[in-house]
């Protein structure tokens, strides 16, 4: 049975402390407030009461909440960027503190709006990880994805397509992020087509039909509204001549497969897609929690070999086979990134039954791996 076990999301929230908790829509910041702090003064300005009182008259937060200590939760700030001068203001001279949660930073940095300066520190939750949940079904996850929401539902397609729907009417509408709705729609379905693959801005406007700036634009605000995120490529070299472009990744895989309107199937090239970035959505969660040093990067070279995950500039490299059955045939790209160095750790992560070792190589089913990673024993020393 699916069922959410506890999520590891722990802020230091402790007395004087602010953060900042970044998080796209109904990853479950709000949720994971009300279940875990409940005793903290809660300003939400989603409700449209709350924001136009503050709107008017941001100071309102000082004459109301300057007295007294404990914890302020204020909940979508970036719907008014001008109330983070009075955050600042009562954190430097009241016993407050502040947790500031939002979906998109985009408008604060781009209206130069005071991010404390170093006075709050930052925090992101993730979809759901696999040690957040029980029952996790792969085939089922390739559907439905991880938002909470959508992962319990016992049909998740109704609320991804009210969610996409949701997401451009009031991300992209209400932040004047884009000129034109339908545009950035098609821009969108090719970005999560070609999610996984190399960053190339000309083919990707050719095929949404507009100009490759708007595209560089639009990959800006799918990151900017965490969205998606760019993964580097690993650019240290001896020998081979590497590639040096990006790839971008929408961040969860029921949305990437909903978007693209993919349907994969096990053995098929598309499910080997999803289960890539089903491994990556693991590793970037892991980040979030456990590592936020942790470098995260792929491998090609020049003449198309490519290896899906550099940990920490060799620690750890991984190549994620969704296939039932590893072949000598499937570990090329990693024979030829053994040659030029020496990882200190080499994983092929797929679906087998059980691990087993090739020279140089550990095969570990993914549930294996992800025991692992989730541990700290993958990265560990």
């Known amino acids: 049975m699916r069922k959410i076990i506890t999520r590891r999301f722990r802020p230091d929230l402790s007395s004087h402390r602010s953060a900042f908790l970044w998080g796209p829509r109904k990853v479950g910041k709000t949720y994971w407030i009300r279940h875990h702090l409940g005793d903290a003064t809660l300003i939400d300005l989603l409700k449209t009461d709350v924001l136009a009182d503050f709107a008017t008259r941001p100071a309102l937060l000082r004459e109301r909440y300057?007295?007294?200590?404990?914890?302020?939760?204020?909940?979508?700030?970036?719907?008014?960027?001008?109330?983070?001068?009075?955050?600042?203001?009562?954190?430097?001279?009241?016993?407050?503190?502040?947790?500031?949660?939002?979906?998109?930073?985009?408008?604060?940095?781009?209206?130069?709006?005071?991010?404390?300066?170093?006075?709050?520190?930052?925090?992101?939750?993730?979809?759901?990880?696999?040690?957040?949940?029980?029952?996790?079904?792969?085939?089922?996850?390739?559907?439905?994805?991880?938002?909470?929401?959508?992962?319990l539902a016992d049909d998740p397609i109704p609320l991804l397509r009210s969610y996409i729907g949701d997401y451009l009417a009031e991300e992209i509408a209400a932040e004047s992020a884009a000129r034109s709705l339908p545009q950035f729609a098609q821009f969108l379905r090719v970005a999560a087509i070609t999610s996984g693959c190399l960053l190339n801005y000309t083919n990707v406007a050719q095929e949404a039909g507009v100009k490759a700036r708007a595209?560089?634009?639009?990959?800006?605000?799918?990151?900017?509204?965490?969205?998606?995120?760019?993964?580097?490529?690993?650019?240290?070299?001896?020998?081979r001549r590497l590639i040096t472009t990006e790839k971008f990744y929408l961040f969860d895989v029921g949305v990437t497969n909903f978007i693209s309107r993919r349907k994969p199937a096990p053995g098929t090239p598309e499910f080997g897609?999803?289960?890539?970035?089903?491994?990556?959505?693991?590793?970037?969660?892991?980040?979030?929690y456990a590592?936020?040093?942790?470098?995260?990067?792929?491998?090609?070279?020049?003449?198309?070999?490519?290896?899906?995950?550099?940990?920490?500039?060799?620690?750890?490299?991984?190549?994620?086979?969704?296939s039932r059955r590893v072949h000598d045939g499937d570990l090329?790209?990693?024979?030829?990134?053994?040659?030029?160095?020496?990882?200190?750790?080499?994983?092929?992560?797929?679906?087998?039954?059980?691990?087993?070792?090739?020279?140089?190589?550990?095969v570990l089913p993914w549930r294996r791996f992800l025991d692992r990673l989730w541990s700290g024993e993958l990265l560990a020393g």
Not at 80 to 106: C, K, Y
Request: glycine share 6%; net charge negative.
């Open 332 to 362: 090329r790209s990693l024979r030829a990134l053994m040659e030029e160095h020496r990882p200190a750790s080499v994983l092929v992560v797929c679906d087998e039954s059980e691990p087993r070792k090739m020279p140089g190589i550990e």
């Open 66 to 151: 300057s007295e007294g200590d404990g914890l302020i939760v204020i909940d979508e700030v970036q719907k008014l960027p001008q109330l983070l001068d009075e955050v600042h203001w009562m954190i430097e001279n009241t016993h407050r503190h502040f947790l500031l949660t939002g979906s998109s930073a985009r408008k604060l940095r781009r209206g130069a709006a005071n991010l404390l300066g170093g006075r709050a520190l930052r925090y992101q939750m993730a979809p759901l990880s696999y040690i957040e949940t029980t029952g996790i079904d792969l085939e089922r996850v390739m559907v439905s994805g991880l938002l909470p929401s959508h992962y």
């Open 291 to 322: 590592d936020p040093e942790l470098e995260i990067t792929f491998w090609r070279s020049a003449s198309g070999f490519e290896v899906d995950f550099i940990l920490n500039d060799m620690q750890v490299v991984i190549e994620a086979k969704s």
């Open 273 to 288: 897609q999803s289960f890539e970035q089903f491994i990556l959505m693991e590793l970037m969660a892991y980040r979030a």
């Open 215 to 239: 595209v560089r634009d639009y990959f800006q605000i799918l990151e900017d509204t965490m969205l998606g995120y760019r993964l580097e490529p690993w650019r240290k070299t001896k020998d």
